[in-house]
């Protein structure tokens, strides 16, 4: 594993193609190493300047003044062999070719990328790529994605994509969500380290809790089944895997020059060794970040506590549609919701509370006790106060322009204090229930992907509580969940 040691934790950096011209991928992976990374030595490789964004440059990575654990090469496809060439003399031990037009335009280009490899194997230097967006660790905040990987949020989940350009959208998505990232890569071309590679090598990484990828062919399909099987039980993985029909098939191909394969197989495998398996990247990030903080369910029954009828209905629909079932109410269960309830709620699951929002946490805790209960999706009444201490501090400003009194902006803040301690109490009994009871508590808030910075929404997540912006996403995460705890038990 040294060359991932050198390519994700690399001492000594070049960047071959480095620009000044702000418009050039070059100048975006030099800025990106330049800015974010801590790496004792960067050099920039340019023979038609003397300096890159204030460094020296050199001509060639023959010309440097040491050898470099890791190259970044963006420079034209007719000259990559060239730079190889170079490295390999270096005795460099990791590149990365972010260049496209080889082995995917056709059979001249595969030609190139072949000798490409050979000429790298030949000299021990492992390459990514080619054709691909570059890679980042954010335990040292190293990166060669152009912009800074978007989000260097340090975290748990790692990213392998097939893709370069939807690994943009991944990255992008899952900072918008507030992902926090342990490792990210690239992997293009796979022509020299394959996707593979790098599952087997963040299966061993401690600082990746949940693998998370973009899959378009696998190449060793044999080899992933066996590390699947090895670590899923332990270290859950959730895949995107694109080519579900042939037109899929066939824009993976020409993308990547990827091996598509039957999506048959693919599930079949997937199935077998706890894959789990989603369509998008919100769902990908949903399950990942549901896996990392939440409890995995003993079963598939579900109580769902809403504040009005017909999001109890929907979420009730999304359940069954996804494979789970909307649990019987125990006597006991509904005799502790008839102390705190009017007598109109429906005595059913979905709990309707009949706009009493207030009462959510007394309702809250006999579902989580009641044993005929894996898992509660809550519609509204958790983590509130955020939302109203944000919407206050804009009606605070907005009256202020008003000239309200200043006694009804001090009742206001008294108000919402009053209400943030009881829910700080209410907060604090809710996750000693959950670690008592090891059941996963979800909630829906519309407005949860606006919040990832209002502290008691990252309060919920990193005690276990997960906010979905729709009922139908959060139904879809503890499917996934309770179908991975019937893998465990297998």
């Not at 960047?15 to 990374?37: D, I, Q, Y």
């Not at 998008?280 to 079963?299: C, Q, T, Y």
Request: negative net charge.
């Amino acid at each position: 594993m040294e060359h991932f040691e050198s390519l994700f934790n690399p001492k000594s950096v070049a960047v071959v193609g480095a620009s000044n011209a702000l418009e050039k991928w070059g100048a975006g992976v030099f800025s990106s190493v330049l800015r974010t990374s801590k790496v004792e030595k960067l050099y920039p490789v340019n023979n038609r300047t003397d300096e890159v964004q204030g460094v020296k440059t050199y001509p060639s990575v023959r010309d440097l003044p040491e050898q470099v654990d890791f190259v970044a090469i963006v420079v034209p496809f007719n000259s990559v062999l060239d730079v190889v060439k170079d490295c390999v003399a270096r005795g460099v031990k990791s590149a990365l070719v972010i260049t496209a037009g080889l082995g995917e335009t056709g059979s001249e280009g595969a030609k190139l990328q072949e000798e490409i490899v050979r000429t790298a194997r030949e000299g021990s230097l492992r390459l990514v790529g080619p054709n691909c967006m570059g890679h980042f660790n954010t335990t040292n905040n190293f990166s060669t994605v152009r912009g800074g990987g978007m989000s260097l949020e340090k975290g748990n989940i790692g990213v392998i994509s097939e893709s370069g350009g939807f690994a943009g959208h991944i990255l992008q998505c899952g900072a918008e969500m507030g992902v926090g990232f342990s490792k990210f890569v690239s992997t293009g071309n796979e022509a020299d380290l394959h996707f593979e590679d790098f599952f087997e090598y963040y299966a061993q990484d401690e600082e990746t809790k949940v693998i998370t990828a973009y899959i378009e062919g696998l190449r060793e399909g044999s080899r992933f089944f066996k590390i699947a099987r090895e670590i899923t039980k332990t270290k859950p993985v959730v895949v995107v895997k694109v080519g579900r029909t042939k037109a899929g098939v066939r824009a993976a191909k020409s993308h990547t020059s990827a091996i598509a394969g039957s999506d048959n197989v693919y599930d079949a495998m997937f199935k077998q060794s706890g894959v789990i398996r989603v369509d998008e990247v919100e769902e990908l990030f949903d399950v990942a970040s549901g896996l990392l903080h939440m409890p995995i369910p003993r079963g598939r029954r579900v109580a769902i506590l809403t504040f009005g009828g017909g999001f109890g209905c929907v979420t009730a629909d999304a359940c069954e549609r996804l494979g789970l079932e909307v649990a019987q109410l125990s006597p006991h269960t509904i005799e502790a919701l008839n102390q705190v309830l009017p007598e109109r709620w429906p005595h059913a699951n979905p709990v309707d509370m009949v706009g009493f929002g207030e009462v959510t946490y007394p309702c809250l805790w006999p579902l989580i006790e009641d044993d005929n209960i894996d898992s509660v999706i809550v519609i509204g009444g958790i983590g509130q106060m955020g939302m109203m201490r944000r919407m206050a501090r804009f009606r605070h400003d907005s009256f202020e322009e008003q000239d309200a009194p200043p006694s009804f902006l001090e009742q206001a803040e008294e108000a919402i204090k009053a209400r943030e301690e009881e829910e700080k109490k209410n907060l604090t009994k809710l996750y000693d229930y959950m670690a008592k009871y090891n059941k996963p508590v979800v909630t829906f808030n519309r407005h949860a992907s606006r919040m990832k910075d209002v502290p008691v929404f990252n309060e919920l997540k990193e005690n276990g509580i997960m906010i979905y912006p729709t009922p139908e996403r959060a139904a879809k995460v503890l499917s996934h969940l309770a179908a991975y705890g019937e893998y465990l038990k297998s």
